[in-house]
């Protein structure tokens, strides 16, 4: 599961990343710009992630980026909290993607913070290696 361990991987980079520039001046138009695109791609490889996990386990055809998490807790694999934040994620990784709007510095900054409840997606990925 080579293809596994790399998404893993991509998810984890972009988290840490946004951890570290988060903790800088957000209102740095470098840093703020470098912090979405960090942001962005931690929910993208997340994305990602659970579309290999369901498609692996067989849980369903997915329409929507939000319909993969919603398998993933039907199966249990995330618990409720998981997939509210993470729906939360994907509306704003849509903010970012599709700029119906700009998207603020507070946003942004809950956008980093929420990005730790991939962790609970990550770990239950790792149990398909086994």
Do not use: W
Not at 26 to 31: G, R
Not at 51 to 59: H, I, P, Q
Not at 100 to 127: F, S, V
Request: glycine share 4%.
């Amino acid at each position: 599961m080579i293809r596994l361990a790399s998404i893993i991987s991509r998810v984890e980079r972009h988290k840490e990343k946004a951890k570290e520039l988060v903790k800088r001046d957000t209102l740095d138009y470098l840093v703020f710009n470098a912090l979405a695109m960090e942001c962005f791609q931690a929910v993208n490889s997340a994305i990602e992630l659970g579309e290999l996990v369901v498609s692996e386990k067989n849980l369903g055809f997915p329409a929507t980026y939000r319909e993969i998490f919603e398998l993933l807790y039907k199966d249990k694999m995330i618990g409720e909290r998981t997939l509210k934040e993470v729906k939360r994620l994907i509306f704003m990784r849509n903010l970012i993607a599709h700029e119906y709007y700009t998207i603020r510095e507070g946003e942004l900054r809950e956008m980093a913070e929420l990005l730790a409840c991939l962790d609970e997606l990550i770990e239950g990925a790792k149990g398909l290696r086994r």
